[in-house]
Nanobody, 116 residues
Framework: QVQLRESGGGLVQPGGSLRLSCVVA????????VRWYRQPPGTERYLEQR????????????NYADSVKGRFTISRDNAKNTAYLYMDNMKPEDSGTYSC?????WGQGIQVTVSS
């Protein structure tokens, strides 16, 4: 069974940075796309409001939501079965629950709050 575990969330001031990690267990990690999604605070009941923030394919190609381009960087370390999301110059609107996705499996989500 595939399991995903996120870490690295927390509280950060506007303009600050965080790095999220997603460790994937139970699958051949290197062969599929990894995605990071974001759910705004207070919208947990409305999954349609979950936003695709970034993705990275098996060959390292990346795509980003317009709202995070130039500030967020997604990467992966296949040897460690881990994907990362580095978030820089963060804004209050970056707050939310961040979840990683792999092979139709989801992590449990991790909270990120950007506030002074």
């Amino acid at each position: 069974q595939v399991q995903l575990r996120e870490s690295g969330g927390g509280l950060v001031q506007p303009g600050g940075s965080l790095r999220l990690s997603c460790v994937v267990a139970g699958s051949v990690f290197r062969i599929n796309t990894v995605r990071w999604y974001r759910q705004p605070p207070g919208t947990e009941r409305y999954l349609e409001q979950r936003e695709l923030v970034a993705q990275i394919t098996r060959d390292g190609s990346t795509n980003y939501a317009d709202s995070v381009k130039g500030r967020f960087t997604i990467s992966r370390d296949n040897a460690k079965n881990t994907a990362y999301l580095y978030m820089d110059n963060m804004k209050p609107e970056d707050s939310g629950t961040y979840s990683c996705w792999y092979q139709a499996y989801w992590g449990q989500g991790i909270q990120v709050t950007v506030s002074s």
